[in-house]
């Protein structure tokens, strides 16, 4: 039996948004545009970036759509993060970011 209360319940979270300055010398290349997506993949909540805190919006757990943001170093990239593990996403995204995604 499908409990339409839980569906509404799921559809309810108020999207969370963040931004961070991509701090990794050569920008959000394919190494960490991957490892970006690898994190985003990792929950199920909805998570978008963009490069102005208005948009557009580009799935973050898309490799190639992530590729195309083409955001270089120092640009600040933002987070639109929905759904019951939006936090914790949220979290590990910026704190992926300020790393510089392991590139030192």
């Known amino acids: 039996m499908h409990d339409a209360n839980a ?3 799921a559809e309810t979270f108020m999207p969370l948004t963040a931004s961070a ?3 990794n010398p050569v920008g959000l290349h394919a190494r960490p545009s991957v490892k970006l997506t690898q994190c985003a ?3 199920a909540s909805k998570i978008e970036i ?3 805190a208005d948009g557009p919006w580009t ?9 195309r943001v083409k955001a270089p170093q120092g640009a600040t990239l933002h987070f639109r993060v929905t759904g019951a593990d939006g936090e914790t996403a949220l979290a590990a995204l910026l704190a992926l970011v300020h790393d510089g995604f392991g590139e030192g």
């Open 41 to 43: 993949k990792s929950f």
């Open 7 to 9: 569906s509404r319940a």
């Open 50 to 52: 963009a490069l102005a």
């Open 59 to 67: 799935d973050a757990k898309s490799p190639v759509k992530v590729m």
């Open 21 to 23: 300055v991509l701090v």
